[in-house]
């Protein structure tokens, strides 16, 4: 029984890990993707820049 405990502690502490890894890059691809959202809302209201001709 001892022993089922510890294998049922151990494997609770690997899921613990497992589900902290997941929530962490899940939290960095978030982190990306508003990035390129906030970068295409700034480009789609900024005003547009001159060209300039090159000779």
Do not use: W
């Amino acid at each position: 029984m001892e022993r089922l405990f510890g294998q049922l502690e151990q494997r609770q502490a690997k899921q613990h890990v497992r589900n902290s890894s997941v929530k962490e890059c899940q939290q960095a691809s978030r982190a990306v993707i508003d990035s390129v959202i906030d970068t295409l809302e700034e480009e789609r209201y900024a005003p547009p820049e001159e060209e300039t001709v090159s000779s």
